[in-house]
């Protein structure tokens, strides 16, 4: 018979047959008793339908983490077996896990969309609007990439007028979120109208850093109006909800941000041509309301008054003298005639025999008029006879 051995001695046996002949396993399992320590450890159990194993993820290996382990998650663990002797518990240590039948990234993005959107950073009426003209632009990223070029040049044919004021920063890389979140603080304090944050295309390891929380955080917090512009037209950021404006690329970034001068300057020449149109119009107008104050005044002016009046003065004088004319002519006419008349009936043409002209103080008078004891005279071109009336006869 052996002689007995001590707890201890058993525990570290079985630790080191343990921890030697299970280096390297992978578990598959639904998680459960899910503990997420201050210190940054991550303490659960994975379990199937008969059997459980704690776990444990020290702090070193969970920040590589990319999705959240949340309780009845399927996984898949990669680790080993390790025992606590003093309590002689074994654990499986995890070194890194995946979710079952989804990538770790593709799953930490669903979760922090999520997140996110609960939190309000999504919300459109929290949108700021981007500047029409902007004078100054941060961009944020990297210094000798691809992006920055990309978007000078596009700048300087699009609106050469705005400044650009360069951030840099890391894109790519674990400690790239920090550099990120401190480069938007930084363009957030400066003086300027539009903050870019971008980078060029890569893998969605590479964009990863757009995708962090923090990330979203800073961008949430910026005062500035922010352009999110990572990689291509196909990739979608977490970055690019949170921003005010998402955009395609880079060069597409300074599109949006910035007018194109050449549609202002036939905006200009179509504004040249409507306002000389315009002016044409006006002066038109305004030459012939002065046309007719100009007519106005000389109507009523004193010149025009006077000028009026001597021409109503010359109308009436020649009306005048037309008017006399005429009535001279008329009684002249008439004066003829009375003197024709006169002459035919003057008594020394009056030869027929048996006839007289009867006239009582100078007036003649018709022989039907004379009353008895009238005196009448009777005239003929030789003779005068007077001779008072004694009787009359009427017939």
Request: proline share 3%.
């Amino acid at each position: 018979m052996n002689p007995p051995i001590t707890v201890s001695t058993l525990n570290t046996q079985i630790k080191s047959i343990l921890e030697t002949t299970f280096i390297n396993v992978y578990v598959q399992g639904e998680i459960s008793n899910l503990t997420y320590h201050n210190s940054g450890h991550i303490y659960f159990s994975v379990k199937d339908e008969s059997s459980t194993i704690s776990c444990v993820m020290f702090k070193g290996n969970a920040r590589f983490l990319k999705f959240q382990l949340e309780v009845g998650q399927k996984v898949v663990i990669n680790g080993n077996i390790t025992v606590y002797t003093p309590r002689g518990n074994y654990q499986l240590m995890c070194t890194k896990i995946e979710p079952l039948g989804q990538g770790s990234l593709a799953l930490a993005y669903e979760q922090l969309k999520k997140k996110l959107q609960e939190k309000g950073y999504f919300e459109a009426s929290i949108k700021k609007q981007l500047p029409k003209y902007p004078k100054k632009i941060a961009l944020v990223t990297s210094a000798t990439g691809a992006a920055i070029e990309d978007m000078k040049k596009v700048a300087s044919h699009r609106w050469p007028l705005t400044e650009l004021i360069l951030v840099p920063t890391l894109v790519q890389g674990e400690e790239s979120k920090y550099s990120i979140v401190k480069s938007i603080q930084i363009a957030d304090s400066l003086d300027v109208d539009l903050i870019v944050v971008g980078r060029g295309g890569g893998s969605i390891e590479d964009l990863w850093a757009f995708n962090e929380e923090i990330v979203a955080t800073a961008i949430f917090e910026a005062k500035k109006p922010i352009i999110s512009a990572v990689g291509h037209e196909v990739d979608f950021l977490i970055s690019d909800f949170v921003a005010d404006v998402r955009a395609a690329t880079p060069s597409n970034a300074m599109e949006i941000a910035l007018p194109d001068i050449n549609e202002h300057r036939m905006y200009l020449d179509s504004l040249q041509e409507q306002l000389q149109s315009r002016l044409k119009n006006i002066i038109s107008q305004k030459e012939n309301e002065l046309k007719n104050i100009y007519r106005h005044f000389e109507q009523n002016s004193l010149e025009s008054k006077f000028r009026f009046i001597n021409e109503q003065i010359s109308i009436l004088k020649s009306n005048y003298k037309n008017y006399l004319s005429q009535i001279f002519n008329t009684k002249q006419n008439s004066l003829i005639l009375l003197n024709e008349a006169y002459k035919n009936n003057h008594p020394n043409k009056k030869s027929l025999k048996g006839y007289a002209q009867i006239s009582i103080n100078n007036k003649i008078i018709e022989l039907e008029d004379v009353k008895v004891n009238d005196t009448i005279t009777l005239q003929t071109p030789k003779t005068i006879v007077y001779s008072t009336v004694k009787t009359i006869e009427k017939q």
